[in-house]
């Protein structure tokens, strides 16, 4: 058993393991000792200062300071304190390792879970006013980023997925485009008439100018030097057209993706041909949009049934 005092010493020990051995980021690192301290802090304020005499019961009291806050302290929201518990059971797992403690007490302590968020969906008129603002007009950087913008929200693909396109993925005569999502499974999803004609305005009038002398490979969408276009730039080419289309609420890729499927829903679409579409594994991570869609008929059948409301 360690001397008085210990916990503060492994602590020390377990922070330079996440630097030397796990290779941690400075910034994650200074994150550790910052909810570290606050918990030997904690354990000394109980008489605790040797790792073996740590109960489940502290752990747990612990989480439950967090959540109050103190004088000293505000009180932490839900993703905080999961981050928390997260970095307190990491020290005592390493406690269990270095055979400092016989058991690991917060194998039964589970971070709080934050509250499901329900994805954003933009209006079909903002949707409509970004695709617009795509790039500056006339160039060759304005169809690629409106071609871009089109097989985000009219095919539901992922950053990655767009970016990551070749030439051979898109057939144009079929109006279908072939994405390949995680762990390399691929799906097959329809073009509208708005994303194939863009994609094939983008192909043949301006993926030529932004081709390299030394040949570009089979990338669709290229940046202005030739290569194949990062998911940062992506996400610069969204960003820039929704600040041109003067919308006010953070776009992110997958708001556009949170629409596609919104918008499906809202259309009448069966929630498994849009588990389909997305590449879902399971029905179960589909349905979170399914609850958008409950709210805004909720929302609606207030404001027109003559007896929603008393």
Same mark, same amino acid.
């Given at each position: 058993?360690?001397?008085?005092?210990?916990?503060?010493?492994?602590?020390?020990?377990?922070?330079?393991?996440?630097?030397?051995?796990?290779?941690?980021?400075?910034?994650?690192?200074?994150?550790?000792?910052?909810?570290?301290?606050?918990?030997?802090?904690?354990?000394?304020?109980?008489?605790?200062?040797?790792?073996?005499?740590?109960?489940?019961?502290?752990?747990? *009291?612990?989480?439950?300071?967090?959540?109050?806050? @103190?004088? !000293?302290?505000?009180? &932490?929201?839900? +993703? $905080? /304190?999961?981050? %928390?518990?997260?970095?307190?059971?990491?020290?005592?797992?390493?406690?269990?390792?270095?055979?400092?403690?016989?058991?690991?007490?917060?194998?039964?302590?589970?971070?709080?879970?934050?509250?499901?968020?329900?994805?954003?969906?933009?209006?079909?008129?903002?949707?409509?006013?970004?695709?617009?603002?795509?790039?500056?007009?006339?160039?060759?950087?304005?169809?690629?980023?409106?071609?871009?913008?089109?097989?985000?929200?009219?095919?539901? *693909?992922?950053?990655?997925?767009?970016?990551?396109? @070749?030439? !051979?993925?898109?057939? &144009?005569?079929? +109006? $279908? /485009?072939?994405? %390949?999502?995680?762990?390399?499974?691929?799906?097959?999803?329809?073009?509208?008439?708005?994303?194939?004609?863009?994609?094939?305005?983008?192909?043949?009038?301006?993926?030529?100018?932004?081709?390299?002398?030394?040949?570009?490979?089979?990338?669709?969408?290229?940046?202005?030097?030739?290569?194949?276009?990062?998911?940062?730039?992506?996400?610069?080419?969204?960003?820039?057209?929704?600040?041109?289309?003067?919308?006010?609420?953070?776009?992110?890729?997958?708001?556009?993706?949170?629409?596609?499927?919104?918008?499906?829903?809202?259309?009448?679409?069966?929630?498994? /041909?849009?588990?389909?579409?997305?590449?879902?594994?399971?029905?179960?991570?589909?349905?979170?949009?399914?609850?958008?869609?409950?709210?805004?008929?909720?929302?609606?059948?207030?404001?027109?049934?003559?007896?929603?409301?008393?």
């Amino acid at each position: 058993m360690t001397d008085g005092g210990a916990v503060e010493r492994v602590v020390a020990e377990y922070l330079s393991h996440l630097a030397v051995e796990r290779g941690l980021a400075e910034n994650t690192l200074a994150s550790y000792r910052r909810d570290l301290r606050r918990y030997t802090e904690f354990l000394q304020g109980a008489g605790v200062a040797d790792p073996a005499s740590i109960t489940e019961e502290h752990v747990t *009291a612990f989480a439950a300071a967090l959540r109050a806050g @103190d004088e !000293d302290h505000q009180g &932490l929201g839900t +993703s $905080s /304190v999961a981050r %928390t518990v997260v970095a307190v059971r990491g020290f005592h797992r390493f406690c269990l390792r270095e055979q400092l403690v016989t058991n690991d007490v917060t194998a039964a302590v589970r971070p709080p879970r934050p509250a499901s968020r329900l994805p954003k969906a933009l209006p079909l008129e903002d949707v409509e006013a970004l695709l617009t603002a795509a790039g500056e007009p006339g160039t060759a950087l304005a169809l690629r980023d409106r071609a871009l913008l089109e097989i985000l929200y009219g095919t539901g *693909a992922r950053i990655s997925e767009a970016v990551g396109l @070749d030439v !051979d993925d898109i057939d &144009l005569e079929q +109006s $279908s /485009v072939l994405l %390949t999502g995680k762990g390399s499974k691929q799906r097959i999803v329809p073009l509208g008439s708005f994303a194939r004609d863009a994609i094939e305005a983008y192909l043949t009038k301006a993926r030529p100018h932004l081709t390299s002398a030394a040949g570009s490979g089979p990338a669709v969408f290229l940046n202005a030097r030739g290569g194949r276009l990062s998911r940062q730039s992506a996400w610069t080419v969204l960003t820039k057209a929704a600040r041109r289309a003067g919308l006010t609420v953070d776009v992110s890729p997958h708001t556009l993706r949170h629409s596609f499927a919104t918008h499906l829903l809202d259309g009448g679409a069966d929630v498994r /041909v849009v588990q389909e579409l997305l590449g879902h594994a399971s029905v179960t991570t589909t349905q979170i949009y399914t609850l958008v869609t409950i709210d805004k008929l909720r929302e609606t059948y207030a404001a027109s049934h003559p007896r929603a409301l008393k």
